[in-house]
């Protein structure tokens, strides 16, 4: 027996946008969302999806990193998780991460309202995400996966100086024991997990498309470097006789765009940023001895992306040479390309085709939750348009005509999953 999901219908997605409003509304100022993970808004959000859940009948569990379960079982415990987060930056959109758990929910709703399903249908919400409150992203799914490194994050504080084990404890989560979660989520069955999100980029809105098939999560390689000169006085020191580290940070952070863009093709496109610049002494009157600059390379290629690292290692070097400065660099956050499951790839594809008669292929540069959980099952995403590719900030929109179809194609996607799970 399939499960009787009415995903084309455009009632569930309205139930799904009403839904998102109220939850902005709940847990929003002027300024936007205000969800910050393991704060009293966040806890509001949670309490909020409990509410929810209650009201269908269905039993939730909090595991060992704050990660919330929400169980409907079938016949058999062959499962399919979807879901995402509901936490978000501060000053926040009213659809990153909430898109993903709500219409999780309104999928739940409705395969809660028949008995004897073939497999057991699971909505997750992962705790904090956007690592946006101490600076470490990923970290619920991080310990379900079983990668978080505990003495990584022990000693992280918040811009207030609360430590992350204070404010772990202060919602029922103990540090030591947040691997936990990892045999948690091996004793799941899962043949599925699906996430649904907002692009959180312009690709969709250039091609005035509403939804995107993700083909995966960029890889990423993030480091931090040091050119160390000589500081020197601005008006005494000739330029010939210089060593000038920020015009070595400087060149490179341009050599850097210049290999982005030696490396993107159509469909496999990939970033270089330069986030981060500090200069000592940092006074108009001298010539920068010290200069700090980061790099954050992106690519859905494993094999790119070290080149590309490589040749930013190169380039650094070349310029430190001709500055006649040195640099060093230090690695601050590595992640492997994480691309998806073929199958579910090609089930994402026939559902946003039946909505909306084509799908755009993209792959992810954000990191989601969904990058942890490829290694333990096979995993897909779903983006919906941003409108102005806009997100992270209370601007953060997507026009009903396309947030309405996007809804309908991701549900339409679960029942899609449901089937070919059933028959695994």
């Known amino acids: 027996m399939e499960a009787p999901i009415p995903q084309h219908a455009s009632e569930s997605a309205q139930r799904v946008i009403a839904e998102l409003r109220e939850l902005a509304a709940l847990t929003s100022t002027p300024d936007g969302a205000q969800r910050l993970a393991w704060g009293p808004v966040w806890r509001s959000a949670r309490k909020w999806l409990i509410e929810k859940l209650d009201a269908i009948g269905l039993k939730y569990e909090i595991d060992a990193a704050g990660n919330l379960f929400a169980t409907f079982p079938g016949l058999s415990g062959k499962t399919v998780l979807v879901g995402s987060h509901v936490d978000s930056v501060p000053n926040g959109g009213w659809l990153d991460g909430a898109l993903g758990v709500v219409t999780a929910l309104e999928a739940v709703r409705h395969y809660a309202a028949a008995p004897n399903h073939p497999v057991t249908l699971k909505l997750v919400d992962f705790a904090d995400e956007e690592g946006a409150r101490f600076g470490h992203s990923l970290l ?63 690709v969709l809105e250039s091609q005035n498309k509403s939804t995107g098939v993700v083909l995966g999560t960029f890889g990423l390689k993030r480091h931090m470097l040091r050119f160390v000169g000589q500081a020197a006085h601005s008006g005494a020191t000739p330029i010939h006789l210089r060593r000038d580290a920020f015009l070595a940070a400087a060149s490179f952070a341009l050599e850097c765009r210049e290999i982005a863009r030696r490396h993107s093709k159509p469909g496999a496109g990939v970033v270089c940023t330069c986030g981060v610049v500090k200069v000592e002494p940092g006074i108009v009157t001298a010539v920068p001895g010290v200069c700090e600059i980061s790099i954050d390379q992106r690519a859905l290629d494993a094999g790119v992306l070290a080149l590309m690292v490589q040749e930013a290692q190169e380039a650094s070097r070349r310029f430190a040479a001709e500055n006649n400065v040195t640099v060093e660099w230090k690695p601050l956050f590595s992640i492997d390309p994480r691309p998806f499951d073929p199958k579910l790839l090609q089930l994402c594809e026939e559902s946003v085709r039946e909505i909306t008669g084509d799908a755009p292929k993209l792959p992810s540069g954000p990191l989601h939750d969904a990058a942890n959980m490829v290694p333990h099952m096979p995993t897909v995403m779903m983006f919906a348009h941003s409108a102005r590719g806009l997100s992270h900030c209370k601007e953060e929109d997507t026009p009903m005509e396309h947030l309405e179809p996007s809804i309908r194609a991701f549900l339409l996607l679960v029942e899609k999953t449901i089937a070919h799970v059933s028959r695994l």
């Open 140 to 202: 619920g799914s991080g310990a379900a996966a079983g990668t978080l490194d505990l003495e990584e994050v022990r000693s992280l504080k918040d811009k207030q100086g609360t430590l992350l084990v204070d404010a772990l404890k202060e919602n029922g989560v103990e540090l030591n024991r947040m691997l936990d979660a990892h045999a948690s989520l091996k004793r799941i069955d899962a043949k599925a997990y699906l996430e649904f999100h907002i692009e959180q980029g312009g």
